[in-house]
């Protein structure tokens, strides 16, 4: 180990990371998967160390409080699935968690320059003033509509507008695919950004015949299960949280829980195979310091891969996960009186579809969400700006942004006078975007964990991009890494 060190012109490990001692693993990047994967291998008992470029952990997961108002940046709330549930119980931090505000009622969706709230029944469906009549007949002859022959990939738009038409297209998926993605659903693939629902078309031949089904399946598993229930706890599983102070509160637990191990400020600049084992170099620019590992786990963005030194054979494997696209989006969270806002904010937020040419995708009702979001007298909005749709827009100043999102928030939700609170995050490269072919990428990664044991993927890039999605997806390549351990002796 001294020797191979030597030879790169590198400085040795030192004492504190004895690699001889027990198995070693190395995890790059710092966000939710990363942190995740460094805990769930660390209760494990091996020996692990996360290298994170930026000066905290957390990635996108970021939160600012300033005059008693709370901004997150990144994720707002998390759906709380069992991994979730189980990672902040081991983290000790159950007491902090908050669950969405009863308050939180609509979801909104802006058609004719008015916030409209979205159907979420049947019989809301039919008298939602969303969707003219021919199309929620469209809508009703949904299960006459013939399966697909091929099994090409489609997107989004091809997919929705096939099935449901053109206008639920526009007033009903565009602006959730904008929530979600940031994204164009002419561009995303329906299989990889919404494969549950694309699998009811396969499975059942009919979005409305197989919601009908699986909502039977469910109801007669829950009655199944029902004898044998044993009394226990309530479970958070299924409902929205946050935590009190900010989603935040999350990697700064997981980076708390991980203590040492957690370099930050130690950017990777080099992986590649020696032996059997896998040689990474870290550190600030004019101090690296190389170590000898028996795994690396590479939970970064896709394109970070791309700006790294990697070997010839591992960047051919890898070159399609390097074009993923990921769209430029700027959050700006604003404050204002609550008397100068006319919209009732009653619930989660509000979404624009393309077709009404606005310069936001969405906004949150954050105080209406959560509370402690602003001071008393005051409400909080979260604006997102950008995207696939209009990527020039996120990237212009402040003042501009500001301007451009108060004229919509004024039009749409009877906004007056002057925020007293702006706080505005640009992030260039924002959601990796599951295009149409996305198979490609997954194939490709697929491909560079066979071709390349014991260096592994991870990502929001191939899991989902949802905050549980990157729990489960930490927690998986965590279960491989420690198979591929065991194996290795």
Not at 43 to 51: A, F, N
Not at 194 to 211: C, N, T
Not at 305 to 334: G, H, K
Not at 469 to 485: F, H, N, P, S
Request: net charge neutral; proline share 7%; charged share 20%.
């Amino acid at each position: 180990m001294r020797a191979m060190a030597e030879a790169t012109g590198l400085p040795p490990v030192t004492g504190g990371d004895d690699d001889d001692v027990r198995r070693t693993v190395v995890v790059v990047g710092g966000g939710i998967t990363g942190l995740t994967a460094a805990h769930a291998l660390r209760r494990r008992g091996v020996h692990v160390t996360l290298y994170e470029a930026a000066p905290q952990v957390g990635g996108a997961m970021r939160t600012t409080h300033a005059g008693g108002f709370l901004a997150e940046h990144g994720p707002n709330s998390i759906l709380c699935t069992p991994a979730a549930e189980q990672l902040i119980a081991q983290l000790g931090i159950d007491d902090e968690v908050i669950e969405v505000s009863a308050a939180a009622q609509h979801r909104y969706v802006v058609r004719g320059g008015v916030a409209r709230a979205f159907p979420i029944s049947p019989l809301a469906m039919l008298s939602t003033p969303l969707l003219s009549w021919p199309a929620k007949l469209r809508v009703l002859m949904e299960p006459l509509v013939r399966r697909r022959r091929t099994q090409a990939d489609e997107s989004i738009a091809s997919f929705i507008e096939r099935r449901l038409g053109r206008e639920v297209l526009d007033y009903a998926v565009d602006p959730f695919v904008a929530g979600i993605y940031a994204g164009d659903p002419d561009a995303l693939s329906m299989a990889h950004a919404f494969p549950q629902v694309f699998d009811l078309e396969r499975q059942y031949g009919s979005l409305s015949k197989g919601l009908m089904a699986t909502r039977r399946e469910a109801q007669a598993a829950r009655k199944a299960a029902a004898p044998a229930a044993l009394p226990s706890a309530p479970s958070r599983a299924g409902r929205i949280i946050a935590f009190l102070d900010g989603m935040q509160t999350l990697p700064d637990a997981l980076g708390a829980a991980l203590g040492d191990a957690v370099r930050t400020d130690c950017p990777v600049r080099l992986v590649h195979r020696h032996q059997s084992r896998w040689m990474v170099e870290a550190g600030a620019e004019g101090a690296p310091h190389a170590r000898l590992v028996d795994a690396v786990v590479m939970a970064t963005p896709a394109h970070v891969l791309a700006a790294m030194e990697l070997p010839a054979a591992l960047r051919r494997d890898a070159a399609p996960i390097e074009q993923v696209a990921y769209p430029p989006v700027s959050t700006l969270t604003i404050g204002f009186r609550r008397g100068d806002v006319a919209h009732p904010l009653d619930g989660f937020g509000m979404l624009v579809p393309r077709v009404e040419r606005r310069s936001v995708l969405g906004v949150l009702f954050n105080s209406t969400l959560f509370p402690e979001r602003a001071p008393e007298g005051h409400v909080t909005l979260t604006c997102f700006v950008g995207g696939a749709r209009q990527p020039e827009r996120a990237r212009e100043a402040t003042d501009v942004l500001v301007e451009r999102v108060l004229h919509d928030l004024r039009e749409l939700l009877g906004v007056r006078g002057e925020p007293v609170f702006a706080s505005h995050v640009y992030w260039p490269r924002a959601i990796p975007q599951y295009g149409v072919g996305y198979q490609a990428v997954k194939d490709a990664a697929d491909a560079t964990e066979r071709q390349n044991p014991g260096l592994y993927l991870a990502g929001n890039y191939r899991t989902g991009v949802s905050v549980g999605d990157c729990i489960v997806g930490g927690l998986g390549v965590a279960d491989r890494v420690a198979e591929y351990l065991a194996r290795a002796g």
